[in-house]
């Protein structure tokens, strides 16, 4: 196909982006100020801009440009635009951790802003080449921002960690890409999607359909590939975990409906099989080891976990409904888990980071503010009414419901109300226990500001869903 | 059986075998050295199918570059193998029994059973004066332009990954400053002192 | 029109809002200020909507708003159905609230939680409004409860006064009784119609008409019938009726602005406008028709006796209203919703001005609320003395005030109905004429005439109250005496809710009532000739002869009538009978569920047993988790094998 440069309209987002994330970069060399106040800003704006792009090119329309490598449509729009504009709180909040911990380096702005470009190209993908690439762009940063605090062992050791399971999954997706290649001889979607008509049962097909599931798995975070979950969320410095609790998980939406959907939707029956096994042991261990955490970033990556099984189950509904009720929740779970990280943030002092959960006793007594926020997340994680993870979670089983798995939406609803149990324990923490010490919790106000905003941004979309359902 | 089949055989061979002893062997520099056997063998496969393009590249970047350096590394660093080899026995045999199943479960499908001849016949030959070379060229920058950009970003993030992850100014190091050198003054090395004369 | 609407709703809540949130900032004058604002704009506004009807060529509207969720087909949504009927609501609840919220600026101003106050009653604004605009049952539920909700609030004012406490404890477990009812009306109406949206709840509800359903074993109910005695058991919780009447007295431990505003002119008359709202499903059912009947007269009558024996001021105008409440079910109940409405309406203004009136007595007693310590307040406060006089006239139904048209409409079109229990209605209807006039002259004369306050003390610091106080009274009194001569004729016998409320043409009293109808003055004279009449005049006189010219009847009526006296002062024995039949029968049964099923049961077995099962889980779990690199890997090859096993393999 010939070029032209009209091909490059769809990709003004991930262009700005490119140019913000550069001039950053050389900016920031330039910089002799501790707060970074102009890469900062320029960060912010780069976000900004490249969202509002997003929303301004969002038309409801398909485009596919660079022989077929890249593809915009309406649920690309979505998703970017949510990754970006959510991707300034995280910014907010990380910077405000950084800062208290002196870690605050331009690296940070750069690898995330190219972790985030990364996650914009999966999304994007139209083809397994490109597909890969964004992962591996994303996966990089993430590894290099794990071990971010370069004097903790536990962040080399989570890095570690990190890589090598992220190289062997990496493995297995490319293994399965390879074999669905070898059983279409193609590599773009459309393309596979008409090859593998009629042929379901296809044993190479199934086989490699395994292998890209289990690369997927590992992305989610789901069990028996979330391993590396807790151990990361962990290690790393909160600001990190921040970033990889929340946004990757919406790229990794967009790679599971890229590759099941518009690839492999022939091949609906097999992958619903897989999620469910795979929704269902998350559900289980997630909400089950949570509970017996006593590290708060611990829990939440458990109950990270647990939210992906829900996650894949609106997937694995395989009708539009369930896909929307997928994307309604990542976006929704993003939100939240940014919020849950930006009050831990909020709480940490000058060199000493907030885990544990018996450090957030008394928190209304100390900070109102903050602790009003808490409740909301956690309730929002629990799913209570009327925030919006209790939407998010209704929106997924009525889509289940509505394709005949009504045994596995009363399993959810089962798990869930486990799961209620440790989020309701924050809550009971912040508000009933007595403070274990009197230090005054300090956090700035641009942080205090937006977690505010977060935590109500839960209740107004709880009582008023369709305003993003109806965007989806 | 032809000659190319025969050499493929014993490339094929030769690959499998240093593979293994990569991981068999006790000292990590043997260990590399089988390691870049084993591209050497790859780069002979890859020439046999008429890549010749990938084939040198696989030689010159990994085992000219790549290799090397990692060979320096593994060479200056100080490994115990002693606490390395600890835990092999141990899981030796949940090793073998989980190696095992995976063989077999992968040879069920990628066997001649799906993958045969029959299946995926031998595509032509090219011309002589087909150039492997110009062909990747002109998918690289025409059909693959964007994942070719990206992998440009990738590397980049490579580096700057690597530099943040390693660059660091330790306050105990000393090191020298050249502009700091050759703009100093007499007062910031020099004190004079009035004393009273001692009598 | 929307944004009239959405304004209107929403300009008490902004109110609300800022009042309450940043109470310390705005202060105390930013809080009134703010909140007066809101209703006042909301007022006006509410005003022009009705005059769009009244003078103008208005459509009734029905618009939905936001889609707040769609399950199963059925939706939830927040809509507006303004009609007459509802433009007339808004009217009179911001007409109302506005007199409220400036009486309260000076009844509250030395009152701590000053500005508490105001956001909750401007709060109320906003949920009465959303109650009366709702076009839809959800949103219905949603007003109902948020009214209740701020009742509880108001009631429960001053929280340190343990009798406040118990008693917006007792109104919300009342209300929570008629609420389940209410609740279970809607999820009937859901079940059956698979909707909420009033209008196509009210189009499929004909089809219904002949459906009968089994609620227990063996015996067949008329849907209908259910449906409509369900949702009336919430209009008696809300709208205090006999038996679930007994929170409404306690309730005068809030504020006496709250007494006005929310526990007589507007929230209690929510159960008789839902009524009428739902008149297309009550046509349907004589028998639920019938209950409602019975149940608003013997209200009517016999909260109306409680009164006359009640010392405390607040507390005789309290069951003075519960008694006008039952007048205007019972004429809910005999297919007169116009009439139950039109006295909604009169009700509201008169009954708002008593309870100001009462309020600004209390101002100048310094809050002593006991009628037996007053007297001869007239000479003190001269504009509350007359403005309570007309509101007394009124509510007694004297000719030519509000309350006579309304009151006589009423007894009248009982008298016409042709259903079970017309005639036990209308002879207690009659016979509360009577008693009407006894209580509220009774008060009267206690308060303001005879020898003036027994304590010297209070007697020295006794004046009339300030502007704004008395403001709202000749505001609202100016209504009392005029409204009814102007409105009976398009309220009752014209057109007004022609198109509101629905009535069987079998059922019409009014429009029989209307054939003989020549005008307001026709009106008053056929009504100067009947018994309801009559009998208000021998309350009046009764009241003057026993206490103006001999105090002492009064003490030899309670000895001789000892018995009768006992069981009027103990309301019957209903507090009696809840407190220790329901609530301590509840408490015993909860103690037995508690010891035995919920600590043994459920917290031993199944919850601190499950809760044990599954942190023995979690702990074991979390072991799964080493820390070990090749652990991980395993887990994921062996998730691998098990995947590609089942998968591939196995197929």
Sequence with gaps: MAFDTTQLIPLLPEIILLVGVSLVLVIDLMVTDKERTWPFMLTLFTLLAAGCTTVMLADGTTQVVFDGTYIRDPMSDILKASLLFLAVPVFIYAREGLMKSGQWRGEFMTLTLFAILGMMVMISSNGFISLYLGLELLSLCLYALVAFNRDSSKSAEAAMKYFILGALASGLLLYGISMLYGATGKLDFPSIAQAVVGKESDIVLVFGLVFVVIGLAFKFGAVPFHMWVPDVYDGATTPVTLLVGSLPKIAALGLAMRILVDGLGELQESWQMMLIILALLSMALGNLVAIAQENIKRMLAYSTISHVGFIFLGILAGSDEGYRAAIFYVIAYAAMAAGAFGVLIALDRKGLEVDQLHQLKGLNEKHPWLAGTMLLLMFSMAGVPPTVGFFAKLFVLEAIVSVGLTWLALVAVFFSIIGAFYYIRVVKHVYFDKPTDDVEVEVGGAAQVMLAINGLAMLALGLFPAILMNLI | ?199 | ?651
């Design chain 3, 1 to 651: 029109m929307e944004t009239i609407y959405l304004t209107i709703v929403l300009a008490p809540l902004i109110g609300a809002i800022i009042a309450g949130l940043w109470r310390n900032q705005v202060g105390k004058a930013g809080a009134h200020w703010v909140t007066i604002i809101g209703v006042g704009i909301s007022c006006v506004l509410s005003i022009y909507v009705l005059l769009g009807f009244t003078h103008g060529d208005a459509e009734s509207q029905n618009l939905s708003l936001y889609t707040w969720m769609v399950s199963d087909g059925l939706r939830f949504e927040i809509g507006f159905l303004v009609d007459q009927l509802t433009a007339m609501m808004m009217a009179v609840v911001t007409f109302v609230s506005l007199m409220v919220h400036i009486y309260t600026v000076g009844y509250m101003a030395h009152e701590e939680g000053y500005q508490r106050f105001f956001s909750y009653i401007a709060l109320f604004t906003f949920s009465m409004l959303m109650l009366v605009m709702s076009n839809n049952f959800m949103q219905l539920f949603f007003g109902w409860e948020a009214v209740g909700l701020v009742s509880y609030l108001l009631i429960g004012f001053y929280f340190k006064k343990e009798t406040a406490i118990f008693a917006n404890l007792k109104a919300f477990l009342v209300n929570r009784v008629g609420d389940f009812g209410f609740i279970l009306g809607i999820a009937a109406i859901a079940m059956y119609t698979n909707s909420l949206d009033y209008a196509e709840v009210f189009e499929k509800s004909a089809g219904l008409a002949n459906e009968q359903i089994t609620v227990f074993p063996g015996t067949s109910w008329s849907l209908m019938t259910v449906i409509c005695v369900l949702l009336f058991i919430g209009a008696m919780g809300k709208s205090a009726q006999m038996p679930l009447h007994v929170w409404l007295p306690d309730s005068m431990e809030g504020p006496t602005p709250i007494s006005a505003l929310i526990h007589a002119a507007t929230m209690v008359t929510a159960g008789i406008f839902m009524v009428a709202r739902m008149s297309p499903l009550y046509e349907l059912s004589e028998t639920a028709l019938s209950f409602v009947l019975i149940i608003g007269a013997t209200t009517a009558f016999f909260t109306g006796l409680i009164g006359i024996v009640q010392n405390d001021i607040k507390r005789v105008v309290a069951y003075s209203t519960l008694s006008q409440l039952g007048y205007m079910i019972a004429a809910l109940g005999a297919s007169a919703y116009a009439a139950g409405v039109f006295h909604l309406m009169t009700h509201a203004f008169f009954k708002a001005l008593l309870f100001l009136a009462a309020g600004s007595v209390i101002i100048g007693m310094h809050h002593d609320q006991d009628i037996r310590n007053m007297g001869g307040i007239r000479k003190y406060m001269p504009i509350t003395w007359i403005t309570s006089l007309l509101g007394s006239l009124a509510l007694i139904g004297t000719p030519f005030f509000s309350g006579f048209f309304s009151k006589d409409a009423i007894i009248e079109s009982v008298h016409l109905a042709d259903r079970f229990g017309t005639n036990y209605a209308y002879y207690l209807l009659v016979a509360g004429v009577f008693v009407t006039a006894l209580y509220s002259f009774r008060m009267f004369f206690l308060v303001f005439h005879g020898n003036g306050p027994r304590d010297e003390h209070a007697k020295a610091h006794l004046h009339e109250s300030p502007w704004v106080v008395t403001v709202p009274l000749v505001l609202l009194a100016i209504p009392s005496v005029v409204i009814g001569w102007f409105t009976i004729e398009p309220m009752l016998f014209g057109e007004f809710f022609k198109d509101a409320i629905y009535v069987d043409s079998a059922n019409d009293v009014l429009a029989h009532m209307g054939e003989g109808y020549h005008g307001a003055l026709g009106f008053v004279v056929h009504g100067v000739m009947q018994a309801p009449f009559w009998l208000a005049l021998g309350g009046f006189l009764t009241a003057w002869y026993i206490y103006m010219m001999k105090p002492s009847i009064a003490l030899d009526i309670k000895v001789r009538f000892d018995w009768l006296y006992t069981i009027l002062d103990r309301k019957y024995g209903f507090d009696e009978l809840f407190q220790f039949v329901f609530a301590g029968g509840s408490r015993m049964l909860g103690k037995i569920f508690w010891k035995g099923g919920d600590q043994f049961l459920i917290d031993g077995v199944a919850v601190n047993g499950s809760a044990h099962g599954v942190g023995w889980l979690a702990s074991v779990a979390r072991y799964l988790q080493t820390g070990f690199l090749n652990h991980y890997a395993i887990a994921m090859i062996l998730g691998l094998i098990g995947l590609v096993g089942w998968f591939v393999i196995l197929q």
């Design chain 2, 1 to 199: 059986m032809s000659v190319e089949k025969f050499l493929f055989y014993v490339f094929a061979a030769m690959l499998i075998f240093a593979s293994v002893m990569v991981i068999t062997r006790r000292n990590p520099v043997h260990s590399v050295l089988f390691l870049v056997l084993a591209f050497f063998n790859a780069a002979a496969l890859w020439m046999l199918a008429e890549a010749e393009f990938l084939a040198i590249a696989l030689v010159l970047v990994y085992v000219g570059a790549v290799m090397v350096l990692f060979l320096f590394v593994v060479m200056m660093l100080d490994i115990d193998l002693s606490e390395m080899r600890a835990g092999f026995m141990k899981y030796l045999p949940l090793g073998i029994g989980i190696s095992a199943v995976m063989v077999v479960e992968l040879l069920m499908v990628v066997g001649p059973a799906y993958f045969g001849l029959d299946k995926y016949a031998a595509p032509a030959a090219k011309a002589a004066d087909y150039s492997n070379t110009e062909a990747l060229g002109t998918l690289l920058y025409t059909e693959y332009l964007y994942p070719f950009e990206i992998a440009a970003v990738i590397l980049l993030v490579a580096i700057i990954a690597a530099i943040s992850l390693t660059l660091r100014k330790r306050p105990e190091t000393k090191y020298q400053d050249p502009s700091k050198q050759v703009t100093v003054k007499k007062e910031h090395r020099l004190r004079v002192i009035k004393m009273e004369a001692e009598e």
